[in-house]
């Protein structure tokens, strides 16, 4: 007798299955994951290894930039030297830029061996990474600001684009050091962010991502913002006085990458196991995504739109929140429906039945995918929809809702007895649900 599959082996398969479209996207992409020492000094580099052995696998060009301010800090400590920090970039003077040097040695020989581990029954068996190295970061001194001279603490002056690729091309890793290097042959301490952010931009990388100390950008009710423009990551950081640190110095890079070239750049948690391949391999994601612009448009459904439409209803249709539609009738509605999609899924949908003799309209099937409900997606279907109602002279919208009623009335609609229904769809309301009318005044 054949064995049935588990709940768990069936969740592993339908994600897998998910997964696919995704897989398809990023072989031969570039990204650039950017993480400080503390992921390892804390110990998360193993598991993050095995996930960058999976994007290798797929065939994902990879570039490191490391961190390595705990590791300095350390050998500040054993070389009695006094750590300085002038708004919160280090002072680096002789006896502090020997110290970096040998944190950054540190730190890239313990990256290299555990991204060469090979160990059987382990995610590393095969894996067969090969890692390189180099003098791509070209820097200049930060130099005396406000009267303080930062020594030998630098900004990232060029990055050579040509010699990465040139290694990414060879299917090698490629592992960068926050620290940089004058055409007169000198060393400068750089910021993580800072190299990884040039970086990116140099290479136009597919991805930019962060993994910082918390889940990502969170709006003013402490919700995860999953995505956000440059313009709306711009004004949340002018807003917002009071990010966590890890927002503060990655969401401005994000921006600011995004702003330069970057197709998408991503703040997530270092603290989540598989937290990289959740969010490049999901649907929701976990963190924070930055995009240069909204890639979504709203647009009259088709019959290729179906399945998207039923993932998004069927839930809320055993909920009982929204009727049940006959497949077949939903098809043949399809015309009626229009969706909100950012060109791989759709991410929300909604119809419009108008009643030409009243000149009114119903708004119905209103509904979005739960993991982008906070991105303001309802607004912008009730709004085209609004649109679409004025353009055929209708002169109301109405709806009929039985869960979402202070929602409408939020939005200008106001509750309404049944004889404010079209005389076509009075004859088909459905007693036993006893839905709520609501009418807006176009």
């Not at 962060?210 to 990551?233: N, Y």
Request: net charge negative; with cysteine; charged share 25%.
């Amino acid at each position: 007798m054949a064995r049935s599959p588990t709940l768990k082996t069936e969740a592993f398969v339908k994600w897998f299955r998910s997964a696919t479209p995704y897989i398809h996207q990023w072989g031969g992409a570039t990204f650039v994951i950017a993480f400080g020492g503390e992921v390892l000094a804390d110990g998360g580099f193993t598991q993050l290894t095995h996930d960058i052995n999976v994007l290798v696998s797929l065939d994902v060009r990879v570039v490191l930039v490391h961190g390595a301010r705990p590791q300095i800090e350390e050998q500040m400590r054993q070389h009695g030297v006094e750590p300085r920090y002038v708004a919160n970039r280090r002072v680096t003077d002789a006896r502090a830029l020997a110290c970096v040097k040998e944190a950054n040695g540190i730190v890239r020989v313990e990256v290299e061996a555990l991204l060469s581990m090979e160990l059987a029954n382990s995610p590393m068996w095969g894996a067969d990474i090969r890692v390189s190295s180099g003098n791509f970061v070209t820097a200049k001194p930060v130099g005396v600001v406000d009267g303080v001279d930062f020594g030998h603490t630098g900004e990232v002056r060029k990055i050579d684009a040509d010699g990465i690729r040139r290694r990414l091309d060879d299917h090698e890793v490629v592992l960068i050091s926050p620290v940089g290097f004058s055409p007169t042959g000198e060393v400068f301490n750089c910021t993580l962010e800072d190299v990884a952010t040039s970086t990116a931009i140099a290479l136009r990388a597919d991805k930019l991502i962060f993994l910082g100390d918390t889940a990502g950008a969170l709006d003013p009710k402490g919700r995860l913002l999953s995505e956000l423009t440059v313009k709306q990551a711009d004004d949340l950081i002018a807003a917002n006085g009071n990010l966590p640190e890890d927002v503060r110095i990655y969401l401005p890079c994000a921006a600011r990458a995004c702003a330069s070239g970057v197709k998408r750049a991503h703040v997530i948690s270092r603290h989540v196991d598989g937290a990289l391949l959740i969010e490049l391999f999901t649907h929701h994601g976990i963190g924070t995504m930055v995009v240069p612009e909204s890639q979504e448009s709203i647009r009259a459904a088709t019959a290729d739109d179906l399945p998207g439409i039923v993932q998004i209803i069927e839930p809320l249709e055993q909920q009982g929140i929204l009727v049940r539609r006959d497949r077949q009738r939903l098809e043949s509605d399809i015309g009626h429906f229009f969706v909100i999609d950012n060109g791989q899924n759709i991410l929300g949908c909604a119809a419009l039945y108008p009643y030409t003799a009243e000149k009114s309209a119903e708004l119905a099937c209103l509904a979005v995918n739960p993991f982008y409900r906070d991105g303001g997606r309802g607004e912008r279907l009730l709004a085209f929809a609004e649109a679409r109602a004025r353009s055929l002279g209708m002169k109301s919208l109405f709806v009929l809702s039985t869960r979402a009623t202070h929602w409408f009335i939020e939005r200008g609609f106001v509750e309404a007895d049944i004889a404010r229904l079209p005389e076509a769809r009075r004859s088909h309301y459905n007693v036993e649900r006893r839905s709520k009318i609501f009418v807006k005044e176009l």
